[in-house]
């Protein structure tokens, strides 16, 4: 599998660029996957609901299987949260992985950074950053970096770009 990860600042657009993207990359055919990095506590599981009540009651897995998908829940119990290494080893096979976060692990990123966004983009500081998707795409190209400015508008040549690079894909990062 490929991994590709969505990078940037909170509010940059990374959410839309991500499904934009596995919308376009599986309208290729292409068997797409995801993992979501979230600095809060997540929960997809509702109270009032069975498989709720089976993690309260203490189950450190819970899977809810029903005929059009099923939803693996795992209770870390005080234990690490898991690498994205360890993440991406549970996954299907597959063509990509598109991964929106996980800043400091060292796959093939490209950064959404916006005009306005206030803080300072991330990739002159990190160099698994293989371009920028931004609504400054031409001023971006003149500023002489040796970095591909994308139209973060162009959801084509994103994904032209992200099928064009080169890395195993023997199912490690």
Same mark, same amino acid.
């Given at each position: 599998m490929r991994?590709?990860?969505?990078?940037?600042?909170?509010?940059?657009?990374?959410?839309?660029?991500?499904?934009k993207l596995i919308s376009e990359l599986s309208r290729r055919g292409l068997t797409v996957s995801s993992i979501k990095h979230a600095h809060h506590k997540v929960d997809v599981d509702q109270p009032g609901t069975d498989s709720y009540h089976h993690r309260e009651a203490g189950?450190?897995?819970?899977?809810?299987?029903?005929?059009q998908r099923i939803a693996i829940m795992q209770e870390l119990r005080g234990?690490?949260?898991?690498?994205?290494?360890?993440?991406? *080893?549970? $996954?299907? +096979?597959? #063509?990509?992985v598109v991964v929106e976060g996980f800043k400091s692990h060292p796959h093939p990123k490209i950064e959404v950074?916006?005009?306005?966004?206030?803080? *300072?983009? $991330?990739? +002159?500081? #990190?160099p698994?950053?293989?371009?920028?998707?931004?609504?400054?795409?031409?001023?971006?190209?003149?500023?002489?970096n040796d970095l591909?400015?994308?139209?973060?508008?162009?959801?084509?040549?994103?994904?032209?770009?992200?099928q064009s690079q080169r890395q195993p894909s023997t199912g490690t990062v």
């Open positions: 991994v590709i990860g969505i990078v940037g600042w909170k509010n940059c657009g990374k959410t839309t660029l991500v499904g189950a450190r897995e819970v899977i809810l299987a029903g005929g234990a690490s949260e898991p690498t994205l290494d360890e993440l991406l *080893a549970r $996954l299907s +096979p597959c #063509d990509w950074h916006r005009q306005t966004c206030p803080r *300072a983009p $991330l990739y +002159p500081n #990190d698994t950053i293989i371009g920028v998707a931004t609504d400054y795409a031409a001023d971006f190209a003149a500023t002489g591909p400015g994308l139209d973060l508008n162009d959801i084509h040549a994103i994904a032209d770009f992200i």
